[in-house]
């Protein structure tokens, strides 16, 4: 943990398991700055730019994008906010991915959301997404006040191109395979916490009651740097 009291964290998790929802929550309760690599993609891809154009065909099979890509893109962003607390979604699912951005930065907290695979295919299916904010709704858990729209700006919600039943299965088989070894990456370095469930709602608490004890250790040292620093 920073003396500075910035808190970086990320949040992990297979497809579906809840985690944009619970950035959402973590950014409005806490205040730590959102980066969904998901969301960066899909604008990339919705405003045709030349990465979004390259890059839309191995999404929606549900292939990952190559690390030296991905590495670049979020390390820049998070270079523009260098002085802020933040929250990474989406960002590490490789272990190469992880260790380009311990060259940079040390996480303090990853949330493990351990959901099961079962409990997520249905839930892909019936996602709907707002693009330019990343706010997701489902048709059965958090459903739009108005149907297609977006509650706050009323735009249109639109379903994602990779939450099709097979490409579901083979972004699953992907999480498996390529991201399950970052969770022992963090794990061995101590900073792995993890919350099973099967309902967001019955997680969230925890996440909640957890991140509050986290953060005001982390102000209490941020107190005591600075009283240090001004005797
Ligand atoms: N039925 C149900 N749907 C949920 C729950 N939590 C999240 N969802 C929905 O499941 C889908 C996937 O959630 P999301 O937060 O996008 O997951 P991510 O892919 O890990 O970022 C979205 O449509 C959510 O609205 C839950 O507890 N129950
Ligand atoms: N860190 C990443 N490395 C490689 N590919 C990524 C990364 N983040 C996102 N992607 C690509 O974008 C797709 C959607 O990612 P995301 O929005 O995080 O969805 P989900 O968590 O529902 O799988 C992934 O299936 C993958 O193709």
Known sequence: MSSSGIFRAVII???GSGKGTVSGRISKSFGLKHISSGDILRANINAKTELGLLLKSSIDRGQLVPDHVMSRLILTDLRAIEQ????LDGF???VTQADSLDQVYSV???INLNVPFHTIKERLTSRWTHLPSGRVYNIDFNPPKVPGRDDVTGEPLVQR???TPDTV???LKAYETQTEPVLEYYRSKGVLETFSGTETNKIWPHVETFLHK????INKAKMICTSL???
């Not at 802020?84 to 929250?87: I, K």
């Not at 986290?214 to 250790?217: P, Q, R, V």
Request: hydrophobic share 20%.
């Open 229 to 231: 620093m001004t005797k």
């Open 169 to 171: 299965t083979r972004r």
């Open 161 to 163: 191109d990779d939450d």
């Open 108 to 110: 303090d907290t990853v």
């Open 214 to 217: 986290k953060l005001s250790t």
């Open 13 to 15: 998790g297979p497809p």
């Open 92 to 94: 590490p699912r490789t």
């Open 84 to 87: 802020s607390s933040w929250l």
